[in-house]
């Protein structure tokens, strides 16, 4: 965790000072207002931590409060960072041409260039917010021989990083539970970061989840942020929402399918996958739930479908690229070896700024038919 906190506070001290450095030139003559911005630079800078902070010392409402300034800045100053970058790569170029061919001026004036990177990353941004409010339904269609013969078709919804916290809970909730009240699926899985608040915070919400009721139930796993939250009160809470938590466990549902669900961690773990696969090959069809779009080759033919999510397709572009280096599998459906099947989801909430750009949050849904 040291780790992780240093290497985010050496990362965004430098979007910020990137952003700053592109931007100074608006505030010659303005020493006033430059100390201003530079005080709030450094508050955002530590924002993000200081919301974790104060939400588990139960100061609730500075935290939110905290939250609503400081996440949106954070996608603002993302957009901005990678804005100013742009105009520094261009002024390079232009830098180049006039050195060594005596062309243009050198480089870009920097008033206009810094209104340009202030209003484009704010227009981005107000689109990014619109974005993340639209939920997309992203089907497929799986045909299958390992249907029983009365039931022609089974109607699977997945929900995949909700992130249930300080921003946006209820709302997004009722958003989510509409949809998935107007698909009617026979069962809704959720493959991990549903919450990433602290839970007592969110019993407010558990009846909106308590009143999804669909056939076979809701069943879910655990992901990488229920562990920052806490596990064991994450855990109640995903409970008391209704959900069947499997972990590192497996179940048949109404003698139609099985569900296998593992714990959410950084490695693939072959023997402990694979063992808990087997256990459930019984012919029916099976559905694999992991957090993280990894594939353990040992695994391939064990399963029908893998249910991942975690990557939020970089959530604000161009993070996607990065995202895409780290996760081969990082969105969409994917045919493996062995006859297996992988979808990685989208996500169907936000983490930290409460925005999307170029991902859309995603309810899938998986239609199994039977095939003659």
């Given at each position: 965790?040291?780790?992780?906190?240093?290497?985010?506070l050496?990362?965004?001290t430098?979007?910020?000072?990137?952003f700053?450095y592109r931007?100074?030139?608006l505030?010659?003559?303005r020493?006033?207002?430059?100390?201003?911005?530079l005080?709030f630079?450094?508050?955002?800078v530590?924002?993000?931590?200081?919301?974790?902070?104060?939400?588990?010392?139960g100061?609730?409402?500075?935290?939110?409060?905290?939250?609503?300034?400081?996440?949106p800045?954070?996608?603002?100053?993302?957009?901005?960072f990678?804005?100013?970058l742009?105009?520094?790569a261009?002024?390079?170029?232009?830098?180049?041409?006039?050195r060594?061919?005596?062309?243009?001026t050198?480089?870009?004036?920097?008033?206009?260039?810094?209104?340009?990177v202030?209003?484009?990353?704010?227009?981005l941004?107000?689109?990014?917010?619109?974005?993340?409010q639209?939920?997309h339904i992203?089907?497929?269609?799986v045909?299958?021989?390992?249907?029983?013969?009365?039931?022609?078709?089974?109607?699977?919804?997945?929900?995949s990083?909700?992130?249930l916290g300080?921003?946006g809970?209820h709302?997004?909730?009722?958003r989510?539970a509409?949809?998935?009240?107007?698909?009617?699926?026979?069962?809704v899985?959720?493959t991990?970061d549903?919450v990433?608040?602290?839970?007592?915070?969110?019993?407010?919400l558990?009846?909106?989840?308590?009143n999804?009721?669909?056939?076979?139930?809701?069943?879910?796993?655990v992901?990488?942020?229920?562990?920052?939250?806490?596990l064991p009160?994450?855990?109640?809470?995903?409970r008391r929402?209704?959900?069947?938590?499997?972990?590192?466990?497996a179940?048949?549902l109404?003698?139609?399918?099985?569900v296998?669900?593992?714990?959410?961690?950084?490695?693939?773990?072959?023997e402990?996958?694979?063992?808990?696969?087997?256990?459930a090959?019984?012919?029916?069809?099976?559905?694999?739930?992991?957090?993280?779009p990894?594939?353990?080759?040992?695994t391939?033919?064990?399963?029908?479908v893998?249910?991942?999510g975690h990557t939020?397709?970089?959530?604000?572009?161009?993070?996607?690229?990065?995202v895409?280096?780290?996760?081969?599998?990082f969105n969409?459906?994917?045919?493996?070896d062995?006859?297996?099947?992988?979808h990685?989801?989208?996500?169907t909430?936000?983490?930290?700024?409460?925005?999307?750009?170029?991902?859309?949050?995603e309810?899938t849904?998986?239609?199994?038919?039977r095939?003659?």
């Amino acid at each position: 965790m040291k780790t992780f906190l240093l290497a985010f506070l050496t990362v965004y001290t430098t979007m910020h000072a990137v952003f700053l450095y592109r931007v100074h030139g608006l505030f010659a003559g303005r020493k006033g207002w430059w100390t201003a911005l530079l005080v709030f630079c450094a508050f955002m800078v530590l924002a993000p931590m200081l919301c974790r902070v104060l939400e588990r010392t139960g100061w609730e409402m500075p935290a939110r409060l905290l939250a609503y300034v400081g996440y949106p800045w954070m996608g603002f100053l993302f957009l901005a960072f990678w804005l100013s970058l742009i105009v520094g790569a261009v002024n390079g170029v232009l830098w180049l041409l006039h050195r060594f061919a005596g062309l243009g001026t050198g480089s870009l004036l920097d008033t206009p260039t810094a209104l340009g990177v202030i209003v484009a990353a704010a227009v981005l941004s107000f689109y990014a917010a619109w974005e993340a409010q639209h939920l997309h339904i992203e089907r497929v269609r799986v045909s299958t021989e390992k249907l029983p013969a009365h039931v022609p078709r089974l109607v699977v919804a997945q929900i995949s990083d909700v992130h249930l916290g300080l921003n946006g809970r209820h709302a997004r909730s009722e958003r989510i539970a509409q949809v998935l009240r107007d698909i009617a699926p026979d069962l809704v899985i959720s493959t991990g970061d549903l919450v990433d608040g602290r839970p007592h915070a969110l019993e407010p919400l558990l009846p909106v989840w308590q009143n999804l009721k669909p056939p076979l139930g809701k069943v879910a796993i655990v992901g990488n942020h229920e562990y920052y939250v806490g596990l064991p009160e994450a855990m109640d809470w995903t409970r008391r929402a209704g959900f069947v938590l499997l972990r590192d466990d497996a179940m048949t549902l109404g003698g139609l399918l099985n569900v296998v669900g593992v714990d959410d961690t950084w490695k693939d773990r072959p023997e402990t996958e694979s063992r808990l696969l087997q256990s459930a090959a019984n012919g029916l069809l099976t559905l694999y739930l992991k957090h993280r779009p990894q594939i353990c080759p040992d695994t391939l033919g064990l399963f029908d479908v893998q249910l991942s999510g975690h990557t939020h397709r970089g959530q604000i572009f161009p993070f996607t690229l990065f995202v895409a280096m780290m996760y081969p599998f990082f969105n969409g459906t994917y045919t493996l070896d062995k006859g297996s099947i992988l979808h990685t989801s989208r996500g169907t909430g936000t983490w930290g700024p409460p925005m999307r750009l170029l991902a859309p949050p995603e309810i899938t849904v998986l239609e199994f038919v039977r095939k003659e």
